[in-house]
DNA sequence: ATGAAAATTGCAAACGTTTGCATGATATTG
DNA sequence: CAATATCATGCAAACGTTTGCAATTTTCAT
């Protein structure tokens, strides 16, 4: 029932008369070909309504021209604004984007994987699950040596990859500091599962910078839930619990921050006045909320820019011993808000 | 430099002294194949690490198992979420999706529909720029015959094809009638380009609600911007720079009412008690922000899931005669919030 | 005009699959 | 046991490009 009326290269060699191989040259402007053949093979192309077929280049380049990305999810603020760049920056050098969620399942990246190395991607760029700790899935793309980049959350230094991610030691430091600074004495943790590196490091952020300002750590002020909304608010729940009341919570995501803040609302707690509140990744919503909240930036612009320049560099070079761990640190930086403005003892 | 150790379908018939045919249809499942060299086949194929290449497969059968995807970017919420939705919806199908961004602008609309062509994807889902008036450029998949479904953003109704929408006309009426209903006398719609369906649809419901509520439609209270936030902060400065000031706005968008919201607290501006405010998409935004903003939603999920369904329905179906207009609607339904609160004379 | 160098074009194989048709092997029937 | 039906496998072409090498044409100095 198909109408086959797609042109092929072959059609602008009969049209005119000359070789698939001259017009394929000229097509792509390789410098044996005169001007004018080439002139004259575009032109019939445009007339013929020619569109080369990518798959058939593909297959006998064994190159795709397509990369592929893989994050936890797409609706997340922080993926999202580098996904975004990261599509916008290939468009440029003219590679398609395949995204793609894990939803945060590990079975899924799995299966996900699979499918784009089947796709033959000229490279993978991934943020992986909260509870990936086995990397291995991944192999296949180092040994084929297909240009393989990790961000944000990223497998251990032993797994040798390109790594970029932010610095989330000193982030949740200066989260912490910032609370101290505003004059909190017991403040409350929410982390997230320590499989993933992000949490390990801000959590370690946090007990550094209790330490440096003679602040007791206490196990018991570090609540893990998995970063929902609902869970959240249950974790919400149990802090408020019992006094005495934390007077300074660092939530290591924005919708925690957010949904903690609701919480204080919604049950007459004051904040900042008697509870201050940092969050974690800059989400617009941190902004327009009353309270504001204050929150650490991860500069997705500069993270997704990276992410492409690596990738491209990989690509370009693509001498096998591109496989060592190599971390590249984005920086990040602290914004106050509201929440937890007070009496603030200035930072020396 | 690069050591080939790809395996291939040749690799294991070779190791099986098999033919290749065998092999292939051995790995699809094909009846001719007995159940045992199935077994052999694929166990040797887990055992050689062998992965289809699917490009090769997708140049022979003439489909990639791609969905291409053009939003105008994936950065706003409403084309997040559906892209989202049909980015599992699609896995589950065993397709690929390669989203891309128009940003809105109508050469890189153009780039896309040709790149996306050249991939050979097996159907496409788009939503247009804000300015996309002649659609022609899509004109190729309608002649190869390729699934082709435009939703939110649409052509007009001589552009034969599949259509889904939200019933913007209905969301605007719903939207202008509830802040009459909440004793709005002077009410001030910001609008679009209306080069977009979007915009000129609720227009038109606001117009009629209007009309249908006995207050008079003027002209210079409906104010046109490009839907930045920039934007609308200069309209909101245009709108309050004389008296006497509406009491009610209906924003097109979510991101302007936010703007708006934003304005009338910075200038001492009640709302809802002076000026009430409706916008639309129910962005996530409009909730947490004090006061919470009315706003009509348009079901992403429903609408993405919508997505798919025609497009799997297209590529199953595939009879040429699919390129008739046919227009499917998604419903919307007003979400009430502080915002509009008031007085309130109830529905009938 | 002659020959060699330079410029342009063509031939044919290859990329990794799938599939119509033919062939070979096994089972079934009278 | 032959003849036939059924089942399993193999052959070879095709999908639309790209590219090394060979062949042809043009250019240019002698």
Redesign the interface.
């Known amino acids: 029932?198909?109408?086959r009326?797609?042109k092929t290269i072959v059609d602008i060699a009969d049209e005119l008369g000359l070789s698939v191989s001259t017009v394929s040259r000229a097509l792509n402007d390789h410098p044996n070909i005169s001007a004018k053949t080439k002139e004259r093979v575009k032109k019939m192309a445009r007339k013929l309504?020619y569109?080369?077929?990518?798959?058939?280049a593909?297959?006998r380049n064994n190159k795709?021209k397509?990369i592929g990305l893989i994050v936890p999810?797409?609706?997340m603020f922080y993926p999202?604004?580098i996904?975004?760049i990261i599509?916008?920056k290939l468009?440029e050098f003219g590679y398609?984007?395949?995204?793609?969620?894990s939803?945060d399942s590990l079975e899924?990246e799995i299966a996900?994987v699979?499918?784009?190395?089947?796709?033959?991607v000229d490279g993978l760029a991934v943020s992986a699950t909260l509870y990936t700790a086995d990397f291995s899935h991944f192999d296949?793309f180092k040994?084929?040596?297909i240009p393989l980049v990790f961000f944000d959350r990223v497998p251990p230094k032993d797994y040798n990859v390109k790594v970029i991610k932010g610095d989330d030691f000193l982030g949740g430091s200066l989260a912490t500091e910032h609370l101290i600074d505003q004059g909190c004495k017991d403040i409350v943790h929410i982390s997230g599962p320590l499989t993933c590196n992000l949490y390990k490091e801000r959590l370690a952020g946090y007990k550094d910078a209790l330490q440096k300002n003679k602040l007791p750590f206490k196990k018991q002020r570090v609540f893990f839930h998995e970063l929902t909304k609902e869970n959240a608010w249950q974790t919400a729940e149990k802090i408020f619990s019992q006094k005495p009341y934390p007077d300074g919570v660092f939530a290591t995501n924005d919708t925690t921050a957010?949904t903690i803040l609701?919480y204080c609302r919604k049950n007459g707690i004051q904040v900042p006045q008697q509870c201050k509140i940092v969050g974690y990744s800059n989400d617009?919503?941190t902004e327009?909320?009353?309270p504001s909240i204050t929150s650490v930036d991860q500069y997705p612009t500069t993270m997704g820019e990276r992410i492409v320049a690596a990738l491209m560099d990989l690509i370009q070079a693509?001498?096998?011993a591109a496989y060592r761990h190599s971390q590249e640190i984005v920086p990040i930086h602290l914004v106050e808000r509201e929440s937890t403005a007070g009496a603030g003892k200035k930072k020396k």
């Open positions: 029932m198909t109408i009326t797609e309504g569109r080369p077929n990518a798959m058939a593909g297959l795709s397509t999810r797409i609706s999202a604004a996904s975004t599509q916008n468009q398609n984007l395949i995204i793609c969620q939803n899924q996900l699979n499918t784009l190395y089947s796709a033959r296949i040994q084929q040596n957010l609701e617009p919503r327009i909320v009353t693509k001498h096998p």
